[in-house]
Nanobody, 123 residues
Framework: QVQLVESGGGLVQAGDSLRLSCAAS????????LAWFRQAPGKEREFVAS????????FYASSVKDRFRISRDDARNAVILQMHDLTPDDAAVYYC????????????????WGRGTQVTVSS
């Protein structure tokens, strides 16, 4: 069982940057694909970014690919989401997810989920 705990959310202004972190309870994350999803009020949860180690690859949603960066901190068993130039459309609960196996942007492919961290962006 993998436990994931997100941190770093908060209230920022449009144009600001924010760094989210997700810590995992396993000895190593090297065999896991790690991802961030988000869910805004009244909307379905959507894919944001993912990174795999087995075949090194990184995916981004088109709405964030020029502003967000996902990275792994294997020494700390963590995955980071660095977000820049935030807009009110980025406001959501951000969830960290993990799966054994290859990269995927599909929510149903992920076995393990954190409880989320709230990101609020004021205009």
């Amino acid at each position: 069982q993998v436990q994931l705990v997100e941190s770093g959310g908060g209230l920022v202004q449009a144009g600001d940057s924010l760094r989210l972190s997700c810590a995992a309870s396993v000895p190593t994350l090297t065999s896991y694909t790690l991802a961030w999803f988000r869910q805004a009020p009244g909307k379905e949860r959507e894919f944001v970014a993912s990174t795999a180690r087995i075949v090194l690859s990184t995916f981004y949603a088109s709405s964030v690919k020029d502003r967000f960066r996902i990275s792994r901190d294997d020494a700390r068993n963590a995955v980071i989401l660095q977000m820049h130039d935030l807009t009110p459309d980025d406001a959501a609960v951000y969830y960290c997810a993990a799966r054994r196996g290859g990269n995927s942007g599909a929510e149903d492919d992920y076995e393990y989920w954190g409880r989320g961290t709230q990101v609020t962006v004021s205009s």
